[in-house]
């Protein structure tokens, strides 16, 4: 189910391809979404979470780390 707190701007990673795309939004978490079907269910993380999980990714999969 769909909050309306939800946010309304999605940001798509310079990294995806045409196949395997993901969008992000940020509002007091974080949201991810399948950019090619956003109408389906939504991941909701806390930011610490968020924080977490790619900080525990390798450098060349993070955000500019």
Excluded: I, Y
């Excluded at 707190?5 to 395997?20: D, H, L, M, Q, Y």
């Excluded at 969008?23 to 974080?30: H, I, N, Q």
Aim: net charge positive; charged share 20%.
């Amino acid at each position: 189910m769909r909050s309306a707190a939800v946010p309304r701007e999605w940001f798509k990673s310079s990294a995806s391809g045409t196949e395997n795309c993901v969008e992000v939004a940020v509002d007091a978490g974080v949201w991810v979404r399948d950019s090619k079907v956003p109408e389906r269910s939504l991941l909701h993380f806390t930011r610490s979470s968020w924080s977490a999980f790619t900080g525990s990714l390798p450098p060349t999969h993070s955000t500019g780390r």
